[in-house]
């Protein structure tokens, strides 16, 4: 079965697009559990995350893992063909380690995807989809990402979306952020981030929000602001200059009406993928409303001298795809050794016993019969590996007949001999 990787980035999709082929993270094992069960798909893996979402597969059909993909969201084959790329065994197996390596992030070289791969393989392993093959491929795909980190400059300095998020914030509020009452909501990765980042500005005020109350309260502490409950989000947007949200709801949790009633100049950046922010904000003249997609801008200046780091980067993985390709086809060489083989002594056991058979069937004695079958079968099947062997000892490769007692299971002669 071939290795596939199935799906679409922000490379291929708008944000748009993207919201809506997403899989909510507390429903990724029903996913993997309907791929693997139902689907003809051996071993299975499913990220989604603000940049991408992909299935990577072990699959004989790339036509039906495709279908697979168009089912799962009301969208039309022709809205998400544009966008769905596929890769097959060594190009899917590269692009697997490139995304680990943060080298097909919108942010080059950012930390958080190995996180996220990490993740999920982790939840494909508690859904029962990953496998022998997959178990080690992921275990190169880690391996190559902590090599390409000590051994490159990809990951110094590195430059995150939290990162990316606050050099937007300078660029676009016309003051210093010192001067600012920044909200954010959410209490993940990216917003822990973005605080460490924004403790460097010493922003006003600082508002923090998420529907676990309790974890925007360790933040706040943390961090040195106030926490709200989520049934304050409209009053706290209205005290607020800056507002940055980045949570994991299927839905936008901060409509047009919530932000109407400030008249303010505000500023909003919506990092969330599936959208936190309604579209219609946009439509507010003293709002400058930024998604994840508009800092590529910002992203492309900090890339400047990382190039040649990535190549450096490619090179390793190129190499480590090689070597991970080769393990693959010999496990598909031992696997037609078997077939062979076993077709082999199949025939001479056939041969043996359709002469038995007509021993038997011509009357001649039952046990005389059944022994020279056993006699006939034993010999046949000892024939070629009691030449080879004999040669080999002959020649002096002694390595072959070491082998030999492990592929037989001889025990050791000093013990046969005691």
């Not at 991408?52 to 084959?77: G, I, K, N, P």
């Not at 009452?181 to 600082?206: C, S």
């Not at 599936?274 to 930024?290: G, Q, T, Y």
């Amino acid at each position: 079965m071939p290795i596939i990787a199935c799906g679409i980035n922000h490379k291929t999709a708008s944000i748009a697009l993207r919201e809506k082929v997403f899989f909510a993270s507390e429903k990724i094992s029903l996913y993997l559990n309907d791929l693997v069960n139902n689907e003809n798909i051996r071993e299975a893996i499913l990220i989604s995350t603000c940049n991408r979402t992909e299935l990577y597969c072990q699959a004989d059909d790339l036509q039906q893992v495709m279908d697979w993909f168009y089912r799962q969201h009301s969208l039309s084959r022709q809205e998400l063909q544009p966008a769905l790329y596929c890769y097959l065994d060594e190009e899917a197996v590269r692009h697997i380690m490139s995304v680990a390596c943060g080298l097909d992030s919108l942010v080059l070289g950012e930390p958080e995807i190995l996180g996220q791969m990490k993740q999920a393989f982790s939840e494909a392993s508690a859904a029962g989809s990953v496998g022998t093959l997959f178990h080690r491929l992921f275990q190169q795909v880690f391996s190559v990402a902590k090599e390409v980190r000590a051994t490159t400059s990809v990951g110094a300095c590195p430059v995150s979306i939290a990162s990316t998020t606050v050099s937007l914030l300078k660029q676009a509020w016309e003051k210093p952020l010192s001067t600012a009452a920044i909200l954010l909501i959410g209490a993940g990765d990216t917003i822990e981030l973005m605080l460490k980042h924004l403790k460097t500005y010493a922003p006003e005020k600082l508002f923090i929000i998420n529907r676990d109350r309790e974890k925007a309260k360790n933040l706040a502490e943390k961090f040195g602001g106030e926490s709200f409950s989520f049934s304050e989000l409209s009053r706290i947007i209205c005290k607020s200059d800056i507002v940055v949200s980045a949570t994991a709801s299927t839905t936008p949790i901060i409509t047009k009406s919530m932000v109407q009633a400030t008249a303010k100049p505000l500023l909003m950046v919506d990092l969330a993928v599936p959208r936190d922010m309604d579209e219609a904000i946009h439509e507010l003249s003293n709002v400058k409303l930024f998604t994840i997609d508009d800092l590529r801008m910002i992203v492309q200046q900090h890339m400047h001298g990382r190039e040649h780091a990535a190549e450096k980067a490619r090179e390793v993985i190129k190499k480590k795809c090689s070597d991970f390709m080769a393990w693959v086809r010999s496990l598909d060489k031992v696997a037609s050794t078997i077939r062979a083989y076993r077709k082999q002594v199949e025939e001479l056991c056939d041969e043996q016993l359709t002469k038995a058979l007509r021993q038997l069937h011509h009357g001649e004695d039952p046990t005389r019969v059944l022994a020279a079958f056993a006699h006939a079968l034993t010999n046949k099947l000892l024939h070629a590996p009691t030449v080879q062997l004999r040669q080999a000892g002959f020649e002096g490769r002694f390595e072959l007949l070491e082998l030999a007692q492990q592929l037989f299971a001889i025990p050791e002669l000093d013990a046969e001999l005691s």
